[in-house]
């Protein structure tokens, strides 16, 4: 896969948005020169990026890269300057963002990929006072910028093709969803479909039909359950199960023409309605605050992210995706003059059990995935498990001698102690990043199995070379303290 | 908790939503009496029992009660006999609801609450024929029915408050969230926001801005992320962090002016547009049949609701509270004459690893489990870890015996192998249900903190005695042949 990911990136305001710009991209590793003006700018967007860091430790058990560095800066030109990107982030107001954009693509080098986040402009209009207009389109990303993957890309009138390209692929090197659009409408796609919703949601309210939290409940408890998985079309093919599509689609057309909506008109927002609206709103808060509220979406988000990921669906293959690219720039096993090195793992949160702790059982995964590795270095892969067997552990003994936290950087050195035909024994060592000692030892005994009769036989061919090359080499290394040891009372 | 839990209910109609309602009473232990007429009930309902069995495994740790019996009837008199819930769920025709309902009203038990999932049409029209219109609520719950967990509910004008509160008990006892609306409103609360966002997907599929595949990507990608976590009211309130929520609202205000929605009239659902429709939706589900696409949005479906059980998040928080109630319900921890038997649990999905195996580090974490349960025993509780101390595990020897598989049954005996002042050894034995021999043995060294100084100190009080008089009882037992094993090679 080609490695697109930019060396730096203009970003204009520093708003939610432009601020979830900055996290996303600083985390990827991508050095951001911010032009935000608002008073406050930098605090705000220090404190977004401590959330945002504390999401993606929480998020994944692969490394982030080195962080990118976040330069605040004072000038549209100090802003696109060297970058290969330029994104615009500031508030919805077209004469605003023309002359912006068309400012940077006075001083942006030719080549520069220019990109608004508008969420409702078309980017015909926002092009037509710049120079080399080919190289804008519309980047529609959403909130928080720094988890949510989609990101809407829209042409315009004089956009060029290759503008989509570049600009997609960088979106997809720091591990986004880019989906581009057919044609240009205002509001794109999403923001139609959210209005739709929102403004029913505040007919209802106005109406007194529902509070703020009955209508956020039920929108909770019920269908936005699906939403991550099954957008709305498919939702109702899948509730009529008739045979064939077409079918199904007619069977919905009588309750289209129901008179449930009342979409028609925007209720007027009087002072009335907005005192209601406000009070609701704080009441369902529950004290919080936006920042409290902003972090508790972080981890719900995240943990939805990494459900998804075990299931190969929508936004979670888009995580597996990401992490695989991380991981691919990584560093992989290291066999030096020592033990196996494995890749540092992160401690993700899904680890924490029912009581927020990190779990002794954990040091065992670390151990497992440690073990896996050394298999598939010494040359147990598909074909090798499928025709001759493979290893299967029949014990472990672990000593546990730190706590571990969510976040946590970890890394396990893996000795060979022992092999025969047979039979492997292994010492893991887990290190955590900053440590002296170790958080965890682990000492196994695996058995090959043939995969022809599902019992013990012999190890063979290029892996059992492998392996006794290794053990060999191992032999040399100092016998860890702890090994062969047993459990005894007094 | 009061246990509500109903014995027996009769449910009227057996689609999409009767078959869902089955699966969920059943997995319940509640037993079913079924009426459906259309062809092929039978077989259509016990497979969606199968893939509702399979949802449940996947779902939680807690073992399941004993299933209820699901038996099919012939005549309205045969289901409502001697049920204390009668659930009406056939097709949304005004008349044929109204003449069943009374049907119903007839022949049922005066006690007996009698609810409909109608999706939009309003309780006061339903019991206009009916006896004892005062029973009658619409009981409004979202497919598949034994996963998501919402049920609006919505007297009539002849509905008796009482009705509502013994209703809501029920749902509330088979795992559901009951949501009591305000008013009486066509469509209620949930379909006319989905019906909203509905008529805008078809409009942009008609109109050929977006693909049925585009249009559900946006949304899963983006929003539909959020959906479970925050509804579309909350959702807007977090994306302006204004200071209050008034200010927040009155940001929004002209957004909501703006022409991006065309939910005015619904498209003509013509013979050229279904045909457009059907081709998109037939290739967006990718060669997958219904029966596939459900299973598919099951795992989804628990793979989000778990991620939101470890938040605390919404219908997370419904799934933690059924599980303590089944827990509640169960057997606790049983001391009899052998070792300390702990409640048998089930391997859930999230226990997956990312190759798809259940690896031996959930062993070591049932065995965890197994010591908790073991220190709540002696009194090892929240007053005792603060002003006294508590039980760290610092050495762990574990035996693999056999694979275990999501939704295996498991249970761990636990046996005190020895115990002085400051150390505490156990033996584990990991009893899969139905096996003969263990699925695995754990045996475990702790030693006991001191609260104050974070240093090995003796253990006191009442949890000493407790814990010294085990461990008399269980010196008589015999000691484990695994018991102080090391690794060796050779």
Known sequence: MSERRPRTVGLLGAGVIGGGWAARFVLNGVDVQLLGRSPGTTERVRQMLVN???????????????????????????????????????????????????????????????CSSTSGLRPSLLQVEMDQPERLIVAHPFNPVYLVPLVELCAGQSTAPETLLRAAEIYRSVGM????????????????????????????????LATVQEVDDVVRYSFGLRRAIMGPIQTYRIAIPETSARRSMERWGPALKLPWTKLIEVPELTDAFLDKLAEQSDSQAENLTIPELERKRDDCLVAVLQGLRAQGCGAGETLARWEQRLLDRGPQLINGTGPLRMPTRQIPSDWLDGSGQITESRSLQLCGIATDNLLSYIGVDGGYRSNVGSYYTVETHLSHLRDLYVGDQVQVLTQVLGADDRRLQLFHVLMRKGDEGPAATGEQMLVHVEASSGRSGPVQGKVREHLLKLARLHAELPRPDRAGASIRLG
């Open 177 to 208: 969803h880019p989906l581009v659009l057919r044609k240009e409408v205002d509001g794109f796609i999403a923001n139609r479909l959210q209005e739709a919703v929102w403004r029913e949601a505040l007919w209802m309210v106005h109406d007194d």
């Open 52 to 114: 945002a860091r504390r999401a993606y430790q929480r998020l994944t058990p692969v490394p982030l890269p080195a962080e990118g560095a976040l330069t605040f800066v004072d000038s549209v030109a100090d802003a696109v300057r060297g970058v290969e990107l330029v994104q615009e982030s500031v508030p919805e107001r077209l004469g605003l963002k023309q002359q912006l954009l068309a400012a940077v693509s006075r001083v942006a080098a030719p080549e520069t990929l220019i």
